[in-house]
């Protein structure tokens, strides 16, 4: 059965420290992977994607994700947090139906 | 450009009522989704629909009631509300790749049943 796993419910991240959000995914066919980020009181918004091609995947505000097909792993990733990353991740896959992992809540400390 | 509106953002009501929340997208995306947030459970897939007049269940469809007669509009109603249905619920919407590409989600609606 299609899954989505977070196994972090909170990430705490010195400012200026790179960050990494995990993810990994069970799906039986090929992963169709989505990150998204939602700020308090606002709807969903789409960070970024692996549909195929390059492994490392680049997306807005300087996010980026790493997509591991032997690991099943598409973990978030951004080179040096900032305090305004602190929100609420959502990891997606797609397979016949879209499914969301639980939410990784980022803490970025100032 | 008002992109994606739900309405009302906020609504109370009584078990056993029922109550429809409203979507409205202005980008004429042929599919548009319905899921809830719950602590715990993260977002989950409600109904989803492919086109005007083409709906589909997701994950947790029982007790809600979808109907799409217009591509801009994408009505979710809770026949007979339930303690359980209390959430927050989010409308999408996504090009025409559909559920292959990226969702363009709502401000939400923050249901409490009582």
């Known amino acids: 059965a299609q899954s989505v796993a977070q196994p972090e419910d909170q990430v705490n991240v010195a400012e200026g420290n790179p960050l990494t959000v995990k993810c990994t995914y069970s799906?039986?066919?090929?992963?169709?992977l989505f990150w998204y980020v939602q700020y308090p009181n606002r709807g969903l918004q789409f960070l970024l994607k692996?549909?195929?091609?390059?492994?490392l995947v680049k997306g807005s505000y300087g996010f980026e994700a790493e997509f591991n097909k032997s690991q099943t792993s598409f973990h978030l990733k951004k080179p040096s947090a900032l305090v305004s990353d602190s929100a609420l991740y959502f990891c997606?896959?797609?397979?016949?139906?879209?499914?969301f992992g639980k939410g990784t809540r980022l803490h970025i400390l100032p | 450009d008002a992109g994606i509106t739900q309405s009302p953002r906020y609504k109370i009501t009584e078990t056993g009522r029922q109550v429809t929340l409203m979507c409205h997208q202005t980008?004429?995306?042929?599919?548009m989704f319905w899921y809830r947030q719950d602590l715990g459970h993260g977002l989950r897939l409600i109904y989803y629909?492919?086109?005007?007049?083409?709906?589909d269940k997701g994950e947790v469809p029982d007790g809600y009631v979808v109907s799409r007669s217009k591509t801009e509009n994408f009505p979710l109603t809770l026949e007979s509300a339930t303690r359980s249905q209390t959430s927050v619920y989010f409308c999408?919407?996504?090009?025409?790749?559909?559920?292959?590409?990226?969702?363009?989600f709502g401000p939400g609606t923050r249901l409490t049943v009582t």
């Open positions: 999408a919407s996504s090009d025409p790749q559909g559920i292959l590409d990226e969702q363009y």
């Open positions: 799906v039986s066919g090929n992963p169709y």
């Open positions: 692996y549909i195929t091609g390059d492994n």
């Open positions: 997606a896959c797609r397979d016949d139906k879209i499914i």
């Open positions: 980008w004429s995306h042929s599919y």
């Open positions: 629909s492919a086109a005007a007049d083409i709906t």
